[in-house]
Nanobody
Framework: QIQLLESGGGLVQAGGSLRLSCVAS????????????MGWFRQAPGKEREFLGA????????YYADSVKDRFAISRDNAETTVHLQMNEMKSEDTATYYC?????????????????WGQGTQVTVSS
């Protein structure tokens, strides 16, 4: 499996912005970072993990959950094996642990299936 490491979490005021990063290392079964669809997810205390969005192999297409599509943006840099999550106009309900994941199909990943690798998560807290 590829290894994923998130960073960039922290405390932000409501209405503010935060940018998370996820760096990948290693490879498996001949696949490298650019062979994976990269997704972002979050899990708030007492709630199930939630799919936020994903970006395709080349970075040319992104897909978002309705709950964040107007505020969050995903980008990737295959040369740096990094995927980013830009979060704007943040709300208190965005408080959660944020995870990146690597998979092969968005359809599966949007249902939290087919995620081959998970990061350890980074905490984001939005103060109101």
């Amino acid at each position: 499996q590829i290894q994923l490491l998130e960073s960039g979490g922290g405390l932000v005021q409501a209405g503010g912005s935060l940018r998370l990063s996820c760096v990948a290392s290693g490879h498996t079964s001949g696949r490298t970072f650019s062979d994976y669809i990269m997704g972002w997810f979050r899990q708030a205390p007492g709630k199930e993990r939630e799919f936020l969005g994903a970006i395709n192999f080349s970075g040319s297409h992104t897909y978002y959950a309705d709950s964040v599509k107007d505020r969050f943006a995903i980008s990737r840099d295959n040369a740096e094996t990094t995927v980013h999550l830009q979060m704007n106009e943040m709300k208190s309900e965005d408080t959660a642990t944020y995870y990146c994941g690597a998979g092969l199909t968005i359809a599966q990943m949007s249902h939290l299936l087919g995620v081959e690798s998970w990061g350890q998560g980074t905490q984001v807290t939005v103060s109101s």
